[in-house]
């Protein structure tokens, strides 16, 4: 047997290194041959197999050869030494194959020869367009012979592949397939002819399609004006207008922004919008186009579900997302750049946030021993987990992270990061560590910077070479991964004493906590060399670090700059601080003053005015501030603030201004503040702690010194007290004034003004009204002010309105109605204190039947009993008519059946009072499942008194007719039984019943009964 073909096949990505060897073989002379295989991992025992069970001819197992082949470099592997000829082609009787030449990838020699001879398993069309993906210039001319040989989908391979192939001989056969039937073969035959740039007629197709357009968008295109053509599409309308913009991008760059700008505005699953899309997605695979390609493929994944309607498919979309993942495999299978390319632009166009929520399924199990489901795994589903060629190009060889079964969706089996490279192709990417750079400098997802700098950080001979521009973007990263690797590039730079000073400024201004931790021990370490650079100084006040601001602050002195090194400090700080931006200025004023105010307030009080002068002209308001705080500083305080300058502070409403105006004030003269008690009052009232204190303390001062000025400040303050807060806690520093400030204003206030604050309904003037009635002796409130006090919503004016009725017992029982206007109060504790006082300070000759029946009429229960009671102690046989009259209104079933114990004394043979209390009765017997004792006395009384007047049987007989028909009838047989003796004793008297007459019937007498 002699071996005829050998190949050895090689596959490394990550863990993985496997190798494959293929051999063809012919038995002794004859023309029988073998394809033999073996496999397994490098190194060790290889296992064998065969694809020819039997021995078949050259040309059958030639076929299998090449198909085994090409399987295998699809899949990945390489081939480490050509396929050999080990014998002499002599030997063999008949020769197809041609002899592959070293160096000539194998691929493109066993696709020209599918092409004349398709196996069964590869359809033409597809090893066509494979010709077309391999860039196979020579199969042009055996493909042009087999145009409008079979279907056109075997016609649009072809045009796809000359497009992507083809060379200016081939313009006529494009020109012809520009003029084919099917409108996507004419696309992009014409989209083919507009590449080659050898046609010399390129200008007039251009020319042609620009001719299509409306005048508007010719004109917008003319004056590169991109907005107007993006406004111009119109997809309802215009199905065509997205494909000719980007045939015109080909030559105008306005046409390919327009376009971008359009793809990225538009929900690709809307009616007119999918096909135009679908076509420009194959046109930019054609050009190579990997920009445009990544972002169709980016709109496409991140389509709305829900909305795939006809004739948008869901499966169109399932459909494009595997063919831009599959595109980008194939890049990857045949080792093209474009791999690298391609996938860069398609993890370019993912940003953090623009995902979907993460997600995780938990997979449980029932476990028959504990009969409950127990958690068996979890799958994880991150931001970008529907997103196929994203997830392909990171996670390719991912033992934690896999695509599903239904190759819709990817997720992991731990949230943990995976420390080794898992991408697809890493040897591609190792190939252009460039593109891995530009990715850490321009991506906005986390995934990727974390894939970047693995697999950058492989490539020790690049990351040594990364130019010092880059590495400092990278330190303004933010990711914070991105920032640390490149610190760790810098740092070794950096203690090289190679670009130090640049690279100190870089890790000061950079936002890593560990960065500025390292910053802080190597300046302390180094302090001779750092003071030399004049600039660090500066740049660590300055700095957007918390951490590094106060440590400069608190080691100034550690430093020990001598008196030129602090005033030329000085003096470039504050001129520096004019170039900052106004966000950064705001985020380092409050330490910056404290440095200045202790270590540089000499230099404040000597500082040149011109200076000051600088900060008063910017517009920015809060170098006004500065400004401002600096005239205070300086000796020169009363030329520095010009009358213009003091009206600009007092117009400003930022509370700092405010703040300072106070400073100003605090300036001043003490004869000039006493006619400022406005203005003070003004400042006082900001939300502004460091202002409303500043103000508190000077008209504290101010009010000592003068009672003018006190008078003043509360008259405007005053009316302050019935209005709402105007910021958080007002009503509280409000008060603090009057209690602490204006006290003596307070204890002169009238007793009509005290009761205007009790009756307020704020906070702040209750408080106050407290304050006076403890501290004023000369207030005089009626007994029925101080009842209404006890219901005040503040405790202690509930209590000392108790407090007053204790000492005024007299003065209560004179005012009686008014006094027991306290029982209103809705406070438990008032109503207790109010029940016992009547019972034990209130006599006999203190109450009357009025009284008394206003304590039965409240709604309070405590308060009924407590007149029921008192009615008893107190009751006068005089008032028992009056009581029986009121308290048979009342609608508690207490009182009526209360009330009922004086229907026998007092309405008893007086039909005139009996008819008075009908709805007293009628309530009483209304009542269902209630009042039983009040209802029979009631049913008692009536039936008593009908008894004795005809008048009231049928007053009574009219009330128990009406309730034996419209009220419960549990009561119904005691009705009937009334009415019944009511008509035995007045027949008539009309009830509605009737009563039966008894007929006896004689007995008929026998013989026995005679005897008898």
């Given at each position: 047997?002699?071996?005829?073909?050998?190949?050895?096949?090689?596959?490394?990505?990550?863990?993985?290194?496997?190798?494959?060897?293929?051999?063809?073989?012919?038995?002794?002379?004859?023309n029988?041959?073998?394809v033999?295989?073996?496999?397994?991992?490098?190194?060790?025992?290889?296992?064998?197999?065969?694809?020819?069970?039997?021995?078949?001819?050259?040309?059958?197992?030639?076929?299998?050869?090449n198909?085994?082949?090409?399987?295998?470099?699809?899949?990945?592997?390489?081939?480490?030494?050509?396929?050999?000829?080990?014998?002499?082609?002599?030997?063999?009787?008949?020769q197809?194959?041609?002899?592959?030449?070293?160096?000539?990838?194998?691929?493109?020699?066993?696709?020209?020869?599918?092409?004349d001879?398709p196996?069964?398993?590869?359809p033409?069309?597809?090893?066509?367009?494979?010709?077309?993906?391999?860039?196979?210039?020579?199969?042009?001319?055996?493909?042009?012979?087999?145009?409008?040989?079979?279907?056109?989908m075997?016609?649009?391979?072809?045009?796809?592949?000359?497009?992507?192939c083809?060379?200016?001989?081939h313009?006529?056969?494009?020109?012809?397939?520009?003029?084919?039937?099917?409108?996507?073969?004419?696309?992009?035959?014409?989209?083919?002819l507009?590449?080659?740039?050898?046609?010399?007629?390129?200008?007039?197709?251009?020319?042609?399609?620009?001719?299509?357009?409306?005048?508007?968008?010719?004109?917008?295109?003319?004056?590169?004006?991109?907005?107007?053509?993006?406004?111009?599409?119109?997809?309802?309308?215009?199905?065509?207008?997205?494909?000719?913009?980007?045939?015109?991008?080909?030559?105008?760059?306005?046409?390919?922004?327009?376009?971008?700008?359009?793809?990225?505005?538009?929900?690709?699953?809307?009616?007119?919008?999918?096909?135009?899309?679908?076509?420009?997605?194959?046109?930019s695979?054609?050009?190579?186009?990997?920009?445009?390609?990544?972002?169709?493929?980016?709109?496409?994944?991140?389509?709305?579900?829900?909305?795939?309607?006809?004739?948008?498919?869901?499966?169109?979309?399932?459909?494009?997302?595997?063919?831009?993942?599959?595109?980008?495999?194939?890049?990857?299978?045949?080792?093209?750049?474009?791999?690298?390319?391609?996938?860069?632009?398609?993890?370019?166009?993912?940003?953090?946030?623009?995902?979907?929520?993460?997600?995780?399924?938990?997979?449980?199990?029932?476990?028959?021993?504990?009969?409950?489901?127990?958690?068996?795994?979890?799958?994880?589903?991150?931001?970008?987990?529907?997103?196929?060629?994203?997830?392909?190009?990171?996670?390719?060889?991912?033992?934690?992270?896999?695509?599903?079964?239904?190759?819709?969706v990817?997720?992991?089996?731990?949230?943990?990061?995976?420390?080794?490279?898992?991408?697809?192709?890493?040897?591609?990417?190792?190939?252009?560590?460039?593109?891995?750079?530009?990715?850490?400098?321009?991506?906005?997802?986390?995934?990727?910077?974390?894939?970047?700098?693995?697999?950058?950080?492989a490539?020790?001979?690049?990351?040594?070479?990364?130019?010092?521009?880059?590495?400092?973007?990278?330190?303004?990263?933010?990711?914070?991964?991105?920032?640390?690797?490149?610190f760790?590039?810098?740092?070794a730079?950096?203690?090289?004493?190679?670009?130090?000073?640049?690279?100190?400024?870089?890790?000061?201004?950079?936002?890593?906590?560990?960065?500025?931790?390292?910053?802080?021990?190597?300046?302390?370490?180094?302090?001779?060399?750092?003071?030399?650079?004049?600039?660090?100084?500066?740049?660590?006040?300055?700095?957007?670090?918390?951490?590094?601001?106060?440590?400069?602050?608190?080691?100034?002195?550690?430093?020990?700059?001598?008196?030129?090194?602090?005033?030329?400090?000085?003096?470039?700080?504050?001129?520096?601080?004019?170039?900052?931006?106004?966000?950064r200025?705001?985020?380092?004023?409050?330490?910056?003053?404290?440095?200045?105010?202790?270590?540089?307030?000499?230099?404040?009080?000597?500082?040149p005015?011109?200076?000051?002068?600088?900060?008063?002209?910017?517009?920015?308001?809060?170098?006004?501030?500065?400004?401002?705080?600096?005239?205070?500083?300086?000796?020169?305080?009363?030329?520095?603030?010009?009358?213009?300058?003091?009206?600009?502070?007092?117009?400003?409403?930022?509370?700092?201004?405010?703040?300072?105006?106070?400073?100003?004030?605090?300036?001043?003269?003490?004869?000039?503040?006493?006619?400022?008690?406005?203005?003070?009052?003004?400042?006082?009232?900001?939300?502004?702690?460091?202002?409303?204190?500043?103000?508190?303390?000077?008209?504290?001062?101010?009010?000592?010194?003068?009672?003018?000025?006190?008078?003043?400040?509360?008259?405007?303050?005053?009316?302050?007290?019935?209005?709402?807060?105007?910021?958080?806690?007002?009503?509280?520093?409000?008060?603090?004034?009057?209690?602490?400030?204006?006290q003596?204003?307070?204890?002169?206030?009238?007793?009509?003004?005290?009761?205007?604050?009790?009756?307020?309904k704020?906070?702040?003037?209750?408080?106050?009204?407290?304050?006076?009635?403890?501290?004023?002796?000369?207030?005089?409130?009626?007994?029925?002010?101080?009842?209404?006090?006890?219901?005040?919503?503040?405790?202690?004016?509930?209590n000392h309105?108790?407090?007053?009725?204790?000492?005024?017992?007299?003065?209560?029982?004179?005012?009686?109605?008014?006094?027991?206007?306290?029982?209103?109060?809705?406070?438990?504790?008032?109503?207790?204190?109010?029940?016992?006082?009547?019972?034990?300070?209130?006599?006999?000759?203190?109450?009357?039947?009025?009284?008394?029946?206003?304590?039965?009429?409240?709604?309070?229960?405590?308060?009924?009993?407590?007149?029921?009671?008192?009615?008893?102690?107190?009751?006068?046989?005089?008032?028992?008519?009056?009581?029986?009259?009121?308290?048979?209104?009342?609608?508690?079933?207490?009182?009526?059946?209360?009330?009922?114990?004086?229907?026998?004394?007092?309405?008893?043979?007086?039909?005139?009072?009996?008819?008075?209390?009908?709805?007293?009765?009628?309530?009483?017997?209304?009542?269902?499942?209630?009042?039983?004792?009040?209802?029979?006395?009631?049913?008692?009384?009536?039936?008593?008194?009908s008894?004795?007047?005809?008048?009231?049987?049928?007053?009574?007989?009219?009330?128990?007719?009406?309730?034996?028909?419209?009220?419960?009838?549990?009561?119904?047989?005691?009705?009937?039984?009334?009415?019944?003796?009511?008509?035995?004793?007045?027949?008539?008297?009309?009830?509605p019943?009737?009563?039966?007459?008894?007929?006896?019937?004689?007995?008929?007498?026998t013989?026995?009964?005679?005897?008898?």
């Amino acid at each position: 047997m002699k071996i005829i073909k050998h190949t050895q096949l090689r596959f490394t990505e990550g863990k993985s290194d496997k190798v494959y060897e293929i051999d063809l073989c012919q038995l002794s002379d004859k023309n029988e041959y073998f394809v033999n295989f073996r496999y397994g991992r490098f190194g060790a025992n290889l296992r064998e197999g065969s694809k020819t069970a039997e021995p078949v001819e050259l040309e059958k197992a030639e076929d299998i050869f090449n198909s085994l082949l090409v399987s295998k470099l699809n899949k990945g592997y390489l081939d480490t030494q050509q396929t050999s000829v080990l014998s002499s082609a002599s030997d063999l009787t008949v020769q197809k194959t041609t002899t592959i030449e070293v160096g000539v990838d194998p691929r493109h020699e066993v696709i020209l020869n599918y092409i004349d001879s398709p196996p069964k398993h590869w359809p033409l069309n597809r090893i066509i367009w494979r010709a077309g993906l391999l860039n196979i210039s020579a199969s042009a001319n055996k493909i042009i012979k087999l145009i409008g040989t079979q279907d056109v989908m075997l016609d649009y391979s072809i045009t796809w592949t000359l497009a992507r192939c083809a060379d200016a001989s081939h313009e006529s056969t494009l020109e012809s397939l520009a003029k084919h039937k099917d409108v996507k073969i004419q696309r992009v035959a014409l989209d083919g002819l507009l590449r080659l740039d050898s046609i010399g007629n390129k200008t007039e197709r251009f020319q042609t399609i620009y001719d299509q357009l409306s005048k508007k968008a010719q004109v917008a295109m003319d004056n590169n004006d991109t907005q107007t053509l993006v406004e111009l599409v119109n997809f309802n309308k215009e199905t065509t207008y997205l494909q000719l913009l980007y045939s015109l991008a080909l030559q105008s760059t306005c046409c390919y922004d327009a376009i971008t700008q359009i793809i990225n505005n538009i929900r690709v699953n809307k009616q007119n919008v999918f096909k135009p899309i679908r076509h420009i997605l194959k046109l930019s695979e054609l050009r190579n186009d990997h920009k445009m390609f990544a972002l169709i493929t980016l709109k496409i994944e991140s389509a709305d579900l829900s909305n795939w309607k006809e004739p948008l498919k869901q499966g169109s979309r399932v459909y494009l997302r595997k063919r831009s993942q599959r595109t980008v495999r194939k890049y990857g299978e045949i080792a093209s750049t474009h791999f690298v390319n391609l996938a860069f632009e398609i993890l370019l166009s993912i940003k953090d946030g623009e995902g979907n929520a993460k997600s995780k399924i938990e997979n449980k199990q029932y476990v028959r021993q504990t009969r409950q489901y127990e958690v068996t795994s979890t799958s994880y589903f991150g931001e970008f987990s529907k997103y196929l060629a994203f997830n392909y190009i990171l996670h390719k060889h991912s033992d934690l992270t896999n695509i599903s079964p239904s190759a819709k969706v990817w997720s992991s089996h731990s949230e943990e990061v995976e420390q080794n490279r898992n991408e697809a192709f890493p040897e591609l990417w190792d190939q252009q560590p460039d593109k891995l750079l530009l990715l850490l400098l321009q991506s906005k997802c986390g995934q990727i910077h974390d894939f970047a700098i693995k697999a950058v950080t492989a490539n020790t001979e690049f990351c040594q070479s990364i130019a010092l521009d880059s590495l400092l973007s990278l330190l303004k990263s933010p990711f914070k991964q991105t920032q640390l690797f490149a610190f760790e590039l810098l740092k070794a730079l950096f203690e090289n004493d190679k670009h130090k000073e640049v690279i100190l400024y870089a890790f000061i201004n950079t936002q890593c906590d560990y960065i500025h931790l390292y910053t802080c021990e190597w300046i302390e370490s180094n302090v001779a060399k750092f003071k030399k650079f004049t600039k660090a100084p500066i740049f660590l006040l300055q700095s957007k670090s918390q951490t590094l601001r106060q440590y400069f602050i608190d080691k100034f002195d550690f430093f020990e700059f001598s008196d030129k090194e602090k005033s030329d400090f000085f003096v470039s700080f504050i001129q520096s601080i004019l170039t900052l931006k106004e966000k950064r200025i705001a985020l380092i004023m409050p330490d910056v003053f404290t440095l200045l105010s202790l270590h540089f307030s000499n230099y404040l009080y000597v500082m040149p005015t011109n200076i000051i002068d600088n900060f008063y002209n910017s517009h920015i308001e809060i170098l006004q501030i500065i400004a401002v705080k600096l005239t205070v500083a300086n000796k020169q305080f009363n030329t520095i603030l010009t009358a213009e300058r003091y009206a600009m502070i007092e117009r400003s409403n930022l509370p700092e201004m405010k703040g300072l105006l106070i400073d100003i004030f605090g300036l001043q003269d003490k004869s000039i503040l006493l006619k400022e008690a406005g203005k003070l009052v003004m400042l006082w009232r900001t939300d502004n702690s460091f202002c409303r204190d500043a103000a508190f303390k000077i008209i504290q001062t101010l009010s000592i010194d003068s009672e003018s000025f006190s008078n003043d400040v509360f008259q405007l303050l005053f009316p302050d007290l019935f209005l709402a807060e105007i910021y958080e806690s007002s009503h509280q520093h409000l008060t603090a004034v009057f209690t602490q400030v204006l006290q003596t204003s307070l204890q002169a206030l009238d007793t009509d003004t005290i009761w205007r604050l009790l009756s307020a309904k704020s906070n702040a003037a209750n408080t106050i009204s407290q304050f006076c009635i403890n501290n004023n002796q000369t207030i005089n409130f009626s007994v029925k002010q101080y009842a209404i006090l006890a219901n005040h919503k503040l405790v202690n004016i509930r209590n000392h309105s108790i407090e007053y009725y204790k000492n005024n017992v007299t003065v209560i029982k004179q005012s009686q109605i008014d006094g027991l206007r306290i029982l209103n109060s809705k406070w438990d504790h008032v109503i207790d204190f109010a029940l016992e006082y009547f019972k034990t300070e209130f006599q006999d000759a203190d109450w009357n039947c009025q009284l008394l029946v206003s304590l039965c009429d409240n709604n309070n229960e405590k308060i009924q009993k407590m007149g029921r009671d008192l009615i008893l102690k107190f009751f006068k046989q005089k008032d028992g008519p009056e009581y029986l009259s009121k308290l048979s209104q009342h609608p508690s079933k207490n009182v009526q059946l209360f009330s009922t114990q004086f229907l026998n004394d007092f309405a008893s043979n007086n039909p005139e009072k009996i008819i008075s209390l009908k709805w007293f009765f009628m309530t009483v017997l209304s009542s269902v499942y209630k009042a039983r004792v009040s209802k029979n006395r009631v049913m008692s009384f009536l039936m008593t008194e009908s008894i004795k007047s005809k008048r009231i049987a049928v007053f009574s007989a009219d009330i128990f007719a009406h309730h034996s028909v419209t009220i419960n009838t549990m009561d119904l047989e005691k009705y009937i039984d009334a009415m019944v003796q009511i008509k035995n004793t007045y027949p008539d008297v009309d009830v509605p019943i009737e009563l039966p007459t008894i007929k006896i019937k004689p007995i008929k007498l026998t013989e026995k009964h005679h005897a008898v």
